[in-house]
């Protein structure tokens, strides 16, 4: 069964603190992305990876960066955390050009 | 560039009505077109996608949707709705080829069944 996870599920920090968002799948999927969503906005594409170590802005990357070392795992780390980073992360994998898989979230909460 | 519009932030419809979400893409080439669902609290799962072929797709739990390339609409339609089906529904369009990585989604629609 095709699966993606995200840990945590649920987050709060203070603004100031890192953060760290992890997710994996089990898919072997090359293509990963990180969106976050808010209420009215929809989804907004943060960073793409193409592959391990093969990294993309998207959208919204400022005070976000990402690691992947490993195909199964994509990192998102927020550098001393503001409050508008408040929202909830996605997740996705994708095989080449077909449908995305989604994670089922992570709810951050700076504080 | 590639743009998608869903016009209506929310539908309430009544429980066995039929139903229809529209979208509007915006994409000059072969666009690549899905419906994902989000349930409360949960990710996007996969309704349907268009490739090629077929105008009229299939999907899971009696979704359909038509592409309609003369009107750059992807519209989705239902013909009974269920309590069940209260969520957020999101079009979304990418391009075809070898190096058809981004994704462009819609704002979403939240759609509610009264019972």
């Known amino acids: ?111 | 560039a590639q743009s998608v519009t869903q016009p209506d932030a929310r539908v309430t419809v009544s429980e066995g009505a039929s139903l229809q979400l529209r979208c509007k893409y915006s994409y000059s080439g072969t666009p690549y077109l899905f419906w994902y669902v989000q349930y409360p609290r949960q990710g996007l799962q996969l309704l349907l996608k268009y490739y090629s072929g077929d105008p009229v797709v299939q999907g899971v739990n009696g979704f359909e949707a038509e592409f309609i390339k003369s009107n750059s609409s992807f519209h989705l339609r239902k013909a009974s709705v269920h309590w069940s089906d209260s969520a957020v529904y999101f079009c979304a369009v990418s391009r075809g080829g070898t190096n058809a990585y981004k994704v462009i989604f819609g704002k979403g629609t939240h759609l509610h069944v009264l019972p």
Request: aromatic share 12%; hydrophobic share 30%; charged share 25%.
């Open chain 1, 1 to 111: 069964d095709m699966k993606v996870t995200q840990m945590p599920r649920y987050l709060i920090k203070r603004m100031g603190e890192n953060v760290l968002l992890e997710c994996g799948q089990d898919m072997s999927h090359e293509t990963m992305y990180w969106y976050r969503q808010d209420p009215g906005l929809g989804l907004q594409l943060i960073y793409i990876s193409y592959d391990v170590d093969s990294n993309s802005e998207g959208d919204i990357p400022k005070g976000y960066r990402v690691s992947r070392k490993k195909r199964e795992h994509f990192s998102l780390i927020l550098d001393s955390a503001k409050t508008n980073q408040t929202s909830v992360y996605f997740c996705a994998s994708r095989l080449t050009v077909y449908e995305q898989y989604f994670g089922p979230g992570t709810r951050l909460t700076v504080l």
